[in-house]
């Protein structure tokens, strides 16, 4: 199906929600053929305009939405065993992944060596127990898998952006540049994003001033007034992860479960599924923008066009999201 051109580039009136940004519709070069194998090839997709929001969901609005829902996240919540036959019963407790530094220098090959899963871990106890969000209330909210943003965004009156939308918007109106902000991952020397800097995983020379999250909005925005959009925490969308579409189909700019139709929505989820992926036979979402855990000698995806697959069922220490409004 080829996407009709854009008739939404003018603001369309105010903001529908306080801390919103209107992203004009248009077309855009999406992905890349420089960089990870996912991301290409590059190629020419239209989107209608769109209202985001100015930051990821901080902890204080997340706060705000379980207090009115009782909302319960995936990651405080016991696994079903049915679900993961031959799992260990003490990774079906609630539990969530977190990052832990080794003490020194092991090499980036076994990614298992940096990440456990910790009982008692979730976006109220990012590192575990013990833990809490005290004096974090504007860094963004952490270990909230798919169905906790989908249940944030439904209670908001929005909804999460596909990965067309999103990497328009964290694009900025930037055209043709390495980075969302220009050529180089330092300007001047300064960083203008959360990541990590040093020798990743063991030491992070804390250059940006932060090891972990940070507040939303210390970093620079980008040209659509957007914060965070690269680094501090990776962001779900809600489209489900495949090869980007091959040269013949580059036209059209169909995605996950905004399709037109519920049959092939569910052919996206079933073409979603890596069984040889770490997510097994879990159906998995494109997540955007890096986190402060992406590192020039490990993962460079603090760029625009990067993506990851994600498994749904998947909280994390350095995942959050932020959701849009479409007229």
Request: net charge neutral.
């Amino acid at each position: 199906m080829t996407v009709a051109p854009s008739t939404s580039r003018s603001r369309p009136g105010r903001p529908p929600a306080r801390g919103m940004e209107w992203i004009p519709g248009g077309s855009f070069v999406m992905g890349s053929d420089h960089h990870y194998p996912e991301e290409a090839p590059a190629h020419r997709v239209q989107v209608e305009g769109f209202w985001i929001d100015r930051s990821p969901v901080t902890n204080t609005q997340f706060l705000k939405f379980v207090k009115a829902t009782g909302h319960v996240t995936l990651a405080e919540q016991p696994a079903d065993p049915a679900a993961y036959p031959g799992a260990l019963p003490e990774l079906l407790v609630p539990s969530s992944i977190v990052f832990v530094p080794p003490p020194g220098p092991i090499g980036t090959g076994d990614p298992y060596r940096w990440w456990r899963y910790v009982a008692g871990a979730n976006w109220r106890h990012p590192e575990g127990p013990g833990s809490s969000i005290k004096n974090r209330d504007h860094h963004p909210v952490v270990h909230v898998a798919h169905a906790d943003a989908v249940a944030y965004a439904a209670w908001s009156g929005k909804q999460l952006p596909s990965e067309t939308e999103w990497e328009r918007a964290a694009w900025g109106g930037r055209k043709g540049a390495e980075f969302a902000w220009g050529e180089e991952l330092h300007p001047g020397g300064r960083p203008v994003a959360n990541t990590f800097q040093g020798d990743f995983p063991h030491h992070n020379s804390l250059l940006d001033g932060y090891a972990g999250t940070s507040p939303v909005g210390v970093f620079p925005a980008n040209g659509y007034g957007l914060f965070d959009t690269i680094g501090n925490v990776w962001e779900w969308t809600d489209s489900w992860y495949a090869n980007h579409a091959p040269k013949a189909d580059q036209e059209s700019a169909a995605e996950g479960s905004s399709g037109c139709c519920a049959g092939a929505a569910d052919d996206a989820r079933e073409a979603s599924i890596d069984p040889t992926s770490q997510h097994g036979a879990m159906p998995r979402k494109v997540v955007k923008g890096g986190s402060y855990l992406c590192a020039p000698s490990y993962c460079r995806r603090y760029r625009p066009a990067a993506r990851m697959a994600q498994g749904i069922d998947t909280s994390t220490c350095h995942m959050g999201f932020r959701c849009i409004v479409r007229p």
